[in-house]
């Protein structure tokens, strides 16, 4: 290996891994984070019809239950494969930017006007997510599986959930600027809504190019592309059930706690947020706090604030991290106690309510917070926990200075189990996140 290639080996993966590894991160929660972002827009299509209390929760149960399925199907043994991974992933995004390009033309062409067949809008809806819930949910699971490949110990798919947060804050933040310049411009809070929207897609379409071409561009990176070639010859020589049902089953057998606890984190999450939080309106008389645009954009704003803030805690500082099961079931546990404090908030004009903005604005910061600290511990304790050759031993090559280096066989058992673990627990989050937007739905059946 020439001087030149020493340097590229040494420096470049170190570079392009933990950025990319955070752009993927931040395109995998992008279909999900555009379509919250964007709800006051979809809600003005069913003002004053029988579909305005529960079409948002409806299009998150569909959305989720969608991806669901596609998690299961995700975790068949040929997925499972690593250099299946890498192409899985290069499909999704390219998927990803035609899906976005679809929707920002559906908001060209609405316009400010209200569809004629709410209903017949309503189904296109449901099939949008159908679509969108899909290439999240491949997407998602591959990046997991790929981050816990290059790194078993959680350097990479910390960057990944870091991204994953910042998507959220980057989305958030253009939505409520969005909405504060437009209601300056004009009091038609349509025009106001339809412009938020239109801002946050063509971002996200943006973002989704850009990390394509890095993804493209670090698999050519030596190091790393001498890495995928020795994962596709193991995947293409190994025989047996090494990558069957079998294996996934007796990872899942470990795993069990650990997925008990990421279910319930994410359907307490989504149980509350933004199915019920959307709903709550200003208790003060303050006229930039009363539309209800820039209130539902603001409290999106403190949910992703919080939630960075929460993923970035067990990177900085290690000793954060939730490592043990009986902790992670009762903080998990204890954020039951948020359903109870939003239903008391300020729901609707007629509502009357003690709770003041400052402290609803405050319990969804924490919400996020908690979601981002909990989720970012579990998704790298968890694969680590099936890890029996180093459970805390050193990363991976491709984040150290060797020029070569052979991986003994634990280490690729280690590594396969760890990955396997990831797609598990991708498929637990999602699981929660329909349950969570299934009692949504229920909860505002309700409240009417």
Known sequence: MTDAECDISQTRPRMLVPVTAALLGMCVLAPFNALVSSIEYFHDAFRLTPLESVFSSGIMTVFNATAVVCAVTALFPQGTKRFMVMKRIQIMLVASMALSSVVIVSIWIRGNDAPRNPTLYYIILLVMSIALALVQTYLQNATMAFCTSLDIHGYVTGYMLLGQALNGVFGSVLNLASSMSASKISHEAVAQNKRSALTVYVSTALLQLVTWWAFRRMLRAPLIKQRME???????????????????????ASLVPWSASIFVLFAVTLCVYPGITSRVRTTTQSAWLQNEGVFVALHIVCMNIGDLMGRRLPIIFPATNVRRVSVAIACTAARILFLPFFLMCHLGKHVSSPIPDSLFFLCVWGIGLTSGWLSTSLLICGPQ????????????????????????ATEHTAAQDATVASMLLSFWIVSGLTAGGALSLLVNILLG
Do not use: C, F
């Open 385 to 408: 926990s099936v890890n029996t050759a180093h459970p805390h031993g050193e990363r991976n090559i491709l984040l150290q200075q060797e020029d070569s280096y052979e991986i003994p």
């Open 230 to 252: 020795g994962w596709t010859q193991v995947e293409h020589d190994r025989q047996g059930p090494d990558m069957s049902w079998t294996r996934i089953k007796r990872v899942q």
